[in-house]
């Protein structure tokens, strides 16, 4: 087998901008991965703009694609990264090609990103979340949820640093190796707070606070954090700051460039895509200035 890692990522897909596949794929090619990538969704544009034009693939094209890929033999995988999926069914197809991507390759990393809401409100069929309770998280590496994702895998609250540890070991005790929030609302009024965690360490780390609502970002982080993970070979700490480091670049140089266009007021979302193409070097070579701080777990 080749020594280039190799990823199958099932996401969404836009014609114009930045989320799913179109968020991912780009991040993980620059920093050395094979990507084959199936949309689950093709779409104009994503839904925070105006007018959505665009097409759904059906289940039983999803499973047409698989097995073509089985049948010429390329269907050997590194790592499987999952994000948005449209309905039960579909996710329920995601826990079977990842059964059947295991036989070919056992050490395969599934990486999922658990694509359900945020802000307290559901983007997706509220029949998907047992699905992936059920069917997907136990068969996950590295899970990424956002605070809102991870409260609705749980059924736990999660108001506090003491709250947020319980609902990682929840989902430590589904059996998922590494657990990872990518954006919780417990720090202060200038910073988010980050937290990893596996069986041996858990880190936070601050994430400054833009005023603007981004998309995409979550797609960023789970592919960043897939590639840093691989490439730091699972050093949690310095992958949760690669991650970041990276991320928090590309959304203020994105922020400060729509607002030279938009001095003040609401940035339209054709203002706000992720500067991926611009910020190349910055993925190929991410500066950390914000460090992680290690939690003591009692």
Known sequence: MSSTPRVLSIQSHVVHGYVGNKSAVFPLQVLGFEVDDINTVQFSTHTGYNHIKGTVL???????????????????????????????????????IIKNLRVKNPDLVYVCDPVMGDHGKLYVPESIVPVYCDDVVPLADILTPNQ????????????????????????HDRG????????????????????ASNKDE???????KVDAIFTGTGDLFAALFLAWSHKTKNNL?????????????????TYDRARQIQPSGRIPPSLIELRL????????????????VEIKRR
């Open 176 to 195: 998922v190796k590494t657990v990872v929030l990518s954006s919780t609302e417990l720090g202060d009024d200038d910073n988010m707070i980050g937290l």
């Open 58 to 96: 059906k289940d039983n094209d999803l499973e047409e694609i698989i097995n073509g890929l089985v049948l010429n033999e390329v269907d050997y995988y590194t790592h499987f990264l999952t994000g948005y999926s449209r309905s039960p069914e579909s996710l329920k197809q995601i826990a079977k």
């Open 237 to 253: 700490k310095l992958t949760l700051e690669q991650t970041i480091a990276t991320l928090q670049a590309i959304i203020k140089d």
């Open 148 to 171: 809102f994702e991870a409260k609705l895998l749980t059924g736990l609250p999660m108001e506090n640093l003491d709250d947020s540890l319980k609902v990682i070991q929840a989902l």
């Open 277 to 292: 193409v611009q910020n190349k070097r910055t993925i190929e070579e991410p500066k950390i200035t914000i460090t992680a």
């Open 202 to 208: 858990c880190y936070k780390i601050e994430i400054p």
